[in-house]
Nanobody, 126 residues
């Protein structure tokens, strides 16, 4: 079973950037397709971005396309989410998740994936 720990969240202003990190342990990161999800106060968890185990293949939610970039370093067992041009609507707890099946990572509704982190809070003020 893979364990995931996110970091990098914080309080920023509209237009700022943040980079989230998710470090895997217990299993090699390259065994998994990885995703970032978020949950805003009072809302359901939603898909943000996903990257294939090889790094060759990504998918983004329409709301973050062109602003967020997901990438990974399998040698460091870390997946990242670079977030640019942040908006107040991006305020949420961000979770990383792992699954060996690509279809499950990008499925709607969100599936019970093989591994979830504890989340890191991103707050964007206007």
């Amino acid at each position: 079973q893979v364990q995931l720990v996110e970091s990098g969240g914080g309080l920023v202003q509209t237009g700022d950037s943040l980079r989230l990190s998710c470090v895997a342990s217990g299993r090699a990161l390259m065994d998994y397709n990885m995703g970032w999800f978020r949950q805003a106060p009072g809302k359901e968890r939603e898909f943000v971005a996903a990257i294939a185990w090889s790094g060759h293949g990504t998918q983004y939610a329409d709301s973050v396309q062109g602003r967020f970039t997901i990438f990974r370093n399998n040698a460091e067992n870390t997946v990242y989410l670079q977030m640019n041009s942040l908006q107040p609507d991006d305020t949420a707890v961000y979770y990383c998740a792992a699954d060996s099946n690509w279809g499950r990572i990008v499925a709607n509704p969100i599936r019970n994936l093989e591994g979830w982190g504890q989340g890191t809070l991103v707050t964007v003020t206007s």
